[in-house]
């Protein structure tokens, strides 16, 4: 049984690979070196020539790094590197809990380590040759520092706390799991940009001025109760724009990229914002969270009927059976599923961006929402031709050319 599951885990991973690279490779199929006609008035000759040779150039980089990676993770189940690291861990502690914790620990840490280069080249060769890089050397270190930190202290809780429940419960430790998971869940969503954020940016209460009162008499005319507007430092590591809305109840929050108001006007970004109120009012915050407590629950529930499974923990060469083996088996073996799941999300997800796209456009100027997608799309080099099953299956959004042909049936 575990050597069908070996062979079951290698061919997942290199279907999903295989699967990737060819959306990849339909994406190629839509570069031109001529403007196409649909993208004509969105970007000039020389923008859109800088935006070939940046998605050529990610699509390159894109290939070399997914590759690294595909042939470092079947190296590591060929040739039992879970396993190896499993002895080793045991042999350094006997408590299950702690073993854990140094499994995943080494095996992220040194996981990121060996992408490092990868990363480096990407901020500093890349995203610097097109002008999108401003995080310096000290801030690249830093960030990465407390990434691990933050990543060690959140992720190894939640892992300790839920192998804890998983000894103490039994089979029934899904439950239980999954409801400290949902509250840690909901705790992050309320306060995630007061205690995480801080860690890595700035954020500052938006000034009095032009820009906050139209956005306060935008909010007041739609009846929605906005008292946190942030400002956060975005160009301190790019020049790409964005604003998002966090929080909830009280919590609640829209923040903005300094970049993005240094480059939009003020109807521009009011239509921005709009656009997401307009996902708050159609409760598309809770419901992607209730959402996403409901699958979290049921991976739970599957994943409590495997654990305990020995074929899970022999199929990585491990003969006796520990909680983390099996959830490195089980990830892989869950993913023909999630990856189902993600199409349906993505789905909902595009359903959602073009109702909020019809609040903005119903409530204040789809005009100025379509300039404001079009500047962002335009500066951030975004692709606008992508082909459509790559859309299908990869996008949580609307193409710019399918929300700009919406938008218009709002315009007077």
Known sequence: MYEILFYVIIGIL???????????????????????????????????????????????????????????????????????????????????????????????????????????????????????????????????????????????????????????????????????????????????SNLIVPLFNKQRPLEEGELRDAISAFSTKVGFKLDNIFVIDGSKRSTKANAYFTGLGAKKRIVLYDTLIKEMTTEEIVAVLAHEIGHNKKKHVVQGLLIGLAQTGFVLFIFGLFIGNPALSKALGVDEPNFHIGLIAFGVLYSPISFFTGIFMNLLSRKNEYQADRFAAENYHPEALASALKKLSVNNLTNLTPHKWYVFFNYSHPTLLQRLDYLKTFEK
């Open 14 to 192: 290199i279907a999903d690979f295989l699967f990737e690279k060819y959306l990849d490779y339909l994406n190629t199929t839509k570069w031109s070196d001529r403007i196409p006609g649909e993208v004509k008035g969105i970007y000039d000759e020389e923008k859109y020539a800088k935006q070939q040779a940046y998605s050529k150039e990610n699509h390159r980089f894109g290939m070399w790094t997914s590759a690294f990676s595909m042939l470092l993770t079947l190296a590591m189940f060929v040739f039992f590197g879970f396993a190896i690291l499993d002895s080793w861990v045991w042999g350094i502690t006997s408590n299950s809990i702690l073993a854990a914790l140094l499994f995943f620990g080494i095996l992220m840490f040194a996981s990121d380590l060996v992408h490092l280069p990868f990363s480096v080249y990407d901020t500093f060769v890349i995203e610097e040759k097109y002008g999108f890089n401003k995080t310096t050397p000290k801030t690249f270190v830093l960030d990465k520092i407390k990434g691990w930190l933050v990543g060690g202290l959140i992720g190894g809780g939640i892992l300790a706390l839920i192998i804890f429940i998983y000894q103490q419960t039994g089979s029934r430790f899904w439950v239980y799991a999954w409801l400290v998971v949902s509250a840690f869940s909901i705790f992050m969503a309320m306060f995630y």
